[in-house]
């Protein structure tokens, strides 16, 4: 995730790889249900490469599909990546690189993409400039996902605005749960925690403020029993349930921490505005 400072945006790089795997704690922060990932089995973590062989892992981030092809994640987590591979593993995930490869243990198959950053996101915009374009980006996978036939509904333009204020949602991620101090080498690397798919209840707050028309506003506040997102799960997506036909409808991409913490405020890229409606359908077509 990014973090979002008192005036300005930080853009907070993505967490190495191989660090995360020797803990048991699960991704996002505090209200998480662990027993109910498998309604959304089109979540994925998303590894990323610096180079098109796949040879240089920079990091990770969470995404989930809209078709067997197409695939949501943010922005951001896709500054200098020129390729990803993705597994659908509910975790505890256990992978490592040797030999510059990626060796994965579990029994998913994984899949390799192509990035595709969405043309109005401009991340070099500095301070609340950040909010005047939208985080977020496409992966556009070599092979089609057999093994999911559930995925979620985009929304309708404008589909946010129609809901009250504390309406409920889910946010989705494998981001690092648990926080250790000291945190000596930094607030970001003091996250730790084993790569799992989890959920967690969280309310939408204010839909007016600075940013308001590309971006919700949600609550992490544990002390209200609700859980917010952590680093990693940049990219998974904020779920309305549910449409008419009782689909889930993916109203927002991870994006934006308010804390260092991980709880507060949080933000999301919206889906439901019309110009990433029509980017998005683009792909879909």
């Keep these: 995730m990014k973090k979002l400072r008192m005036g300005a945006l930080v853009i907070l790089p993505m967490l190495a790889l191989l660090a995360l795997f ?16 498998d309604s959304v089995p089109y979540v994925g973590v998303v590894v990323l490469f610096s180079d098109a062989a796949r040879l240089q892992p920079i990091g990770y981030c969470t995404g989930f599909l809209l078709s067997p092809t197409v695939m949501v994640t943010a922005g951001h987590s896709l500054i200098g990546v020129e390729a990803v591979s993705v597994c659908f593993d509910k975790g505890p995930i256990n992978f490592a690189f040797e030999d510059g490869t990626l060796v994965y243990y579990g029994g998913e198959t994984v899949y390799d993409g192509v990035p595709v950053s969405y043309p109005g996101y401009l991340p070099v915009l500095a301070g609340n400039q950040e909010f005047y374009s939208s985080d977020i980006g496409l992966i556009i996978l070599e092979k089609p996902v ?6 979620p509904a985009l929304p ?26 000291p945190k000596n080498n ?9 790569l799992s798919r989890n959920i967690a209840q969280a309310e939408l707050l204010s839909s007016n403020f600075a940013g308001s028309d590309k971006y919700l ?14 680093f ?12 008419s036909e009782g689909q889930d ?9 308010a804390s260092a913490n991980c709880r507060g405020v949080t ?19």
């Design 22 to 37: 020797s803990n048991t704690a699960y991704a996002i922060t505090g209200n998480f249900s662990p027993d109910s990932t």
């Design 146 to 151: 057999s093994s999911i036939t559930v995925f």
């Design 156 to 181: 309708e333009p404008g589909f946010a605005d129609t809901l009250t204020i504390r309406t409920s949602l889910q946010v989705i991620g494998y981001g690092v749960q648990y926080q250790v101090t």
């Design 186 to 194: 930094g607030v970001m690397n003091s996250w730790v925690g084993t």
């Design 217 to 230: 506003q949600l609550s992490a506040n544990i002390g209200r029993g609700k859980g917010g997102v952590a």
């Design 232 to 243: 990693g799960d940049s990219g998974g997506p904020v779920i309305y349930k549910s449409n």
């Design 249 to 257: 409808v993916v109203l927002g991409v991870n994006a934006f921490v």
């Design 267 to 285: 933000y999301h890229t919206r889906i439901d505005s019309p110009q990433v409606l029509i980017w998005i359908s683009s792909y879909l077509t």
